[in-house]
């Protein structure tokens, strides 16, 4: 085992460890903060995987901007109190865990590598390299997310907009 | 030959119904006027058929043929053979007579018209077309506008009647459509030529089905295929046990409705097991005759009598008298003799003209007396003689007098089956008898006796209906004294018919 | 790379038609507005004629993640005919209840933009973008009818199935990459055909969660429970065009990805997809018949239709897949149809959508209860109507792929919805009273909606010929 994987060993265990705390801390605030400690441990794998630009990404728009978002609305709506065990939807959650688990399994012990698995030099994670293959492989769906976004500001200008 | 004087008979109602629809809605008058032009034309086309019919031939005559889905080997194929001339001419001029005989209808008259036109179409579209969709395709058209007659402008249990009429006849045409395109995709190519799957009828497989038990009974594909055609066909007849809608629909039906319904749907039954059952599916024809409709026949003829008398509504009577009748039908052509046969198509174009005088008749009492219960007359012949009169003509061609029309039919259908069936031959004639009573019995109940006070001052029956009687009176008495004008063009085609099934009879 | 821009013609033509009419109506004043609608109507009629002239071109762009092909085209006519008929049906209703009008039109443009880019799609991404761009447009214009509650309500329902639906899309669309390395339907295609051992067991579970993922957005039972409510709480030519156009839009991805480019996969989903399909049919017609309101049961029959296209999924192959075009095509004009019947009873704002409402409409609205009775007959399947010809092709087709029991099971079915649909017809035509004089959108544009939707009902049936033949070869253009 070298260093490499040690490393990794100790970010999984964190994330494990912590997306856990989302789960099961019962302050709404506490789970928030455990989920941008998960998102952030997430964001340090990607930039051991050489995408130093997607884990920038990463803890920009997740643990930055989104989290803020959920922070926002937390303290907006200031739901002390109504986190309640529903044994129900515990039931449903480890219910599909384990489905999620048992599909892993199989998928995880195959030990088929993807057919052409893509070369992760130094390069392929960074700045460069992703904005080349946005602006050339991947342009339209770049140009068409542009207009998904339009619909999306159209659409919530509309709902939001005070009646006259 | 390629001729387009069937394509006129069908088109013509139809465009005459979108030119109805186009007109204002408040003209009654114009409205009426014009529908009844429309109904013209095809009734000129109709005698020209009549008069250029070459009798001598088997095949169809006066056909056209164009591909209209040619993806799937779909034609329009229109043509006439001795089995659907008689039917044409009915409708055509039956067609022409209920328009007249709808001129008393004063709601959504438009409505009315439009539709009636329309089923004129369906209905002509019916008997001529040779190409199995074509065929599926107008028997739903017909089937359309007849619920909306119903259901509009019927008596006060309109609704159910409507709606019970549809059911049936809905599951009847779904089960056709099965069968149909199970013939289809057994026919080489696949088409819905109507002359090729009757060339290749000896394709249609007979083997019993691995799953049946009963080894001296066959029951493969062509007796499944014949068993799905018979029920789409049996409900129309109506055969027992599917004739539950008929007395509910002819009750609620309007006078003119009524005259079509029992004048013309009624024979599609009979018509389609003889257009396709016979010639597609002749061996499973030969190996059910006897029970499915001999016997139903026979049946159909002693229980549609019985339930006729013991009805107290005229028009009730009328409509299980015509499950009488029908009967006659299916059991002549069950016995595969040139007189049954003959008997059995020509009793479908009387019972049309006899059965027409008769709800056209009770239309006109009821219009006056606004009630039909047989028991609240009494003497109606000394108020109103000249219906009187009409009206014995109209029963005694029903019981099968000598002389009239009735009597022809029926005689050669018992002489046919006598040959071949002497026991259902015998059950048969017992329902002559039992005809005889219950018309007689509603004679005397209606028309005589002492004159009930509150009809004392009835109006006598108007031009406008005697308009509508006199030419049927005319066929009935012509037809009855001199049945050639009819038999000679059935004579061919059912021969041949005939000969068709014939080798594949059990001995 | 090859940059063509000719294959994005008919969509740019869509999406700057929505983006005109979005800054014009920031310019001009609040009586003016109909003017959106006219060049609405404009720019999809340009669409319209670059569609046609643009017919049995076969062109790929961007590394082929989009194709013009005629499959592409045909879908885009439907989707430019429904958008355009939804235009005019909604131009007076949008004032009757209070809805803003640049927004209304400039989001059906650009729901139609991600339709025509969905069916063009070669790619998984491209495709993925183009069924958002289309959702979030729908989800909005659902919620547009603001001084309703309901409107809001089903906005926020379809919203959040919808999210779902489209995180189960991503998942599958990540286990495809991760299984082939490639988005594009080319490469997967080709991969999937390369002979060779094993594929990865996550490339199943990727194809079955693309399979939820589109049975969510099309409706199929189980995954139908969404559309009910919405279908009820969106404005009603917003139904109109969801009920038809998405529902086509989905179908149309469905069948480039799953039919053609993942076939090699089929005899894995063939179990799936055929119980998806009797479910869908089966339960669809059952709800359908006991629902009060007629848009309701319209939903569940949108459902029940869902479940007859499966069928052609199913029967797959040349002829399944011809019909499964054709049968969208004549399953349309009916639906939507139907649906601006309901929009032109509306009263002031109140909806009037019980089967009650429908009594004696027969008698004060003579030619809308026929057009009405067209449409109800036409999805029950009569002839010489649309939707037993739509209903003939899919049932011949399953018998020739063999699934004779499907197609038995699709008659019953159609049988079993004559009573939902008869019902209407019994309601206009046998009771009396009910609508009173002055209670509709008397629009001329309305009626104008109805009427082509109508004509273009008894043309699909009586001359189906030409359709077909532009459903065959916007088929076989995927090859």
């Known amino acids: 085992m070298n260093g490499a994987q040690v490393g990794f060993f100790i970010l999984a265990g964190l994330l494990i460890v912590s997306s856990l705390w989302v789960v099961f801390q019962r302050n709404v605030v506490h789970s928030a903060m455990a989920l941008v400690a998960a998102l952030f441990l997430v964001a340090i794998l990607f930039l051991t995987l050489n995408a130093p630009m997607v884990g920038v990404l990463q803890i920009l728009v997740y643990a930055g901007a989104i989290m803020v978002l959920f922070l926002f609305v937390i303290m907006f709506l200031n739901p002390i109190g109504l986190e309640q065990r529903r044994r129900l939807w515990w039931g449903f959650g480890a219910l599909a865990g384990l489905l999620l688990a048992g599909a892993l399994v199989p998928v995880l012990t195959n030990g088929d590598a993807p057919r052409d698995p893509v070369v992760a030099t130094e390069l392929f994670g960074g700045p460069e390299e992703l904005a080349r293959s946005l602006f050339t492989d991947f342009v339209l769906p770049f140009e068409i997310a542009s207009i998904l976004l339009l619909v999306a500001i159209v659409g919530a200008v509309v709902l939001a907009k005070r009646e006259p | 030959m390629e001729h387009n004087v069937l394509t006129y008979m069908i088109f013509i109602p139809l465009a005459g119904a979108v030119v109805v629809l186009l007109l204002p809605s408040q003209s009654y008058h114009l409205i009426r006027w014009v529908s009844a032009a429309v109904t013209v034309p095809p009734l000129l086309m109709a005698s020209w058929l009549y008069a250029n019919f070459d009798t001598t031939t088997v095949g169809f005559q006066f056909v056209q043929k164009a591909a209209w889905i040619p993806a799937y080997n779909i034609q329009y194929f229109v043509g006439v053979d001795g089995v659907s001339i008689s039917m044409v001419l009915l409708t055509a001029l039956l067609s022409f007579l209920c328009i007249f005989a709808s001129f008393g209808i004063d709601k959504a008259v438009k409505g009315y018209f439009a539709l009636f036109l329309l089923l004129d179409a369906g209905m002509m579209g019916v008997f001529c077309a040779l190409d199995f969709f074509l065929f599926y395709i107008f028997w739903e058209v017909m089937l359309l506008p007849m619920y909306f007659l119903i259901g509009i ?30 013939l289809y995709f057994n026919t080489n190519p696949h088409t819905f030529d109507m002359t090729v799957m009757m060339a290749q009828a000896k394709n249609y497989s007979t083997q019993s089905l691995p799953f049946w038990p009963f080894n001296e009974l066959r029951w493969g594909f062509q007796h499944v295929v014949w068993m799905a055609m018979f029920i789409g066909f049996a409900i129309k007849i109506p055969a027992f046990p599917f004739h539950t809608w008929l007395p509910d629909a002819h009750v609620e039906a309007p006078t003119a409705i009524s005259v079509i319904l029992a004048g013309v749907l009624l024979k599609m039954g009979t018509y389609g097991i003889l257009r396709i059952n016979y010639p597609m599916l002749p061996v499973a024809t030969a190996d059910m005759a006897y029970w499915l409709l001999g016997a139903l026949g026979a049946w159909n003829i002693i229980y549609g009598a019985l339930c ?134 509603t004679v005397q109940r209606v028309y005589l006796g002492p004159t009930n006070e509150k009809y004392k001052t009835i109006p006598e029956i108007d031009g406008r209906e005697i308009f509508t009687l006199v030419p049927l009176g ?32 059990p001995s | 790379m090859d940059a063509s821009l000719i294959p994005l013609l008919p969509g740019a033509q869509v999406l700057l038609t ?47 993640t989009l194709l013009l092909d005629n499959f592409a085209l045909f879908f885009t006519q439907i989707f430019i005919a429904v958008a355009a008929l939804t235009v005019l049906s909604s131009m007076r209703y949008v004032r009757e209840t209070g809805i803003h009008e640049g927004e209304f039109y400039s989001l059906i443009l650009f729901a139609t933009t991600g339709m025509i880019v969905m069916a063009a799609a070669n790619d998984l991404m491209v495709f993925f973008l183009g069924l958002e761009t289309m959702s979030v447009a729908v989800y909005v214009l659902t919620g547009m009818w603001r001084s309703s509650a309901r409107s809001s309500e089903a906005a926020m329902k379809y919203f959040l199935m919808g999210a779902f639906a489209t995180g189960f899309l991503l998942y599958g669309i990540a286990l495809i990459y991760g299984a082939t390395g490639s988005t ?62 998405v529902k086509a839009a989905a179908f149309a991805a469905w069948a480039r990805i799953l039919m053609h480019e993942l076939s090699p996969l089929d005899s894995d989903w063939a179990l799936p997809l055929r119980v998806l399909a009797i479910a869908t049919m089966t339960i669809g017609n059952l709800l359908a018949i006991s629902q009060p309101s007629v848009k309701r049961m319209l939903a569940y029959s949108s459902i ?85 010809t739509g209903k003939f092709h899919i049932f011949r ?21 004559v009573i939902y649909y ?40 009586v001359l189906p010929m030409r359709t077909l033949e532009w459903s065959r070869s916007a088929f076989s253009s995927l090859f």
Not at chain 2, 380 to 386: C, D, E, H, K, S
Not at chain 3, 217 to 234: C, L
Not at chain 3, 336 to 362: C, M, N, R, S, W
């Open chain 2, 153 to 182: 402008w019927g008596g006060p249990r309109r609704e159910y009647a409507a709606i019970k009429f549809f059911l049936y006849t809905l599951f009847g045409s779904v089960l056709m459509l099965l069968a149909i395109l199970a």
């Open chain 2, 308 to 441: 006729a008398m013991a009805q107290t509504d005229l028009k009730k009577l009328v409509a299980y008298s015509s499950v009488s009748h029908m009967g006659y039908v299916m059991l002549g052509m069950a016995s595969f003799t040139t007189q049954g046969i003959n008997g059995a198509v020509l009793q479908m174009f009387n019972h049309g003209t006899i059965t027409a005088m008769l709800f056209l008749l009770v239309g006109v009492i009821y219009d006056r007396a606004h009630h039909r219960n047989i028991e609240g007359f009494g003497g109606l012949a000394a108020v109103m003689p000249v219906y009187t009169g009409i009206t014995a003509l109209a029963f005694f061609a029903s019981m099968g007098l000598p002389g009239l029309s009735g009597f022809i039919s029926e005689v050669l259908v018992l002489l046919g089956v006598w040959q071949k069936y002497p026991g259902l031959a015998i059950l048969g004639a017992t329902g002559v008898i039992l005809t005889a009573g219950y018309l007689l019995w």
């Open chain 2, 474 to 505: 005319a066929i009935v008495i012509l037809v009855g004294v001199y049945p050639s004008v009819v038999l000679d063009l059935l004579r061919t085609s059912l021969d041949n018919l005939n000969q068709i099934i014939i080798p594949h009879l």
């Open chain 3, 18 to 64: 929505a983006l005109v009419v979005m800054l014009l109506d920031l310019f001009i004043d609040e009586h003016e507005r109909g003017l959106l609608a006219w060049i609405s109507l404009l720019g999809l009629a340009l669409c319209g004629a670059e569609a046609i002239l643009l017919w049995g071109s076969s062109e790929g762009t961007f590394g082929d």
């Open chain 3, 184 to 245: 594009n339907l080319n490469q997967i295609s080709a991969y999937l055909l390369e002979p060779q051992g094993q594929w990865p067991p996550y490339l199943f579970v990727g194809g079955l969660l693309l399979l939820v993922g589109f049975g969510f957005k099309v409706g199929a039972v189980p995954f139908h429970f969404w559309i009910p409510d919405v279908y009820e709480g969106a404005p009603t030519p917003v139904t109109g065009f969801m009920a038809v156009a």
């Open chain 3, 304 to 388: 029940a239709h869902a479940g007859y296209l499966l069928i052609g999924i199913v029967a797959g192959e040349e002829w399944g897949s011809t019909s499964l075009l054709f049968y969208l095509a004549t399953y349309a004009p009916a639906t939507f149809g139907a649906f601006a019947v309901i929009t032109l009873l509306t009263e002031q704002d109140k909806p009037k959508e019980d089967y009650g409402h429908f009594a004696g409409l027969g008698f004060k609205r003579p030619f809308v209860a026929m057009a009405m009775s067209l449409f109800m007959l036409s999805l029950a399947g009569f002839p010489p109507l649309a939707g037993f």
């Open chain 3, 397 to 417: 087709s399953a018998i020739i792929a063999g699934h004779t029991d499907l197609a038995i099971i699709g008659v019953l079915n159609s049988l079993l919805s």
């Open chain 3, 422 to 461: 008869l019902r209407v017809i019994v309601m206009m035509y046998m009771n009396e009273g009910g609508v009173k004089g002055k209670s509709f959108i008397e629009s001329p544009y309305l009626y104008t909606a109805v009427g082509l939707a109508a004509a273009a009902t008894i043309y699909l049936g």
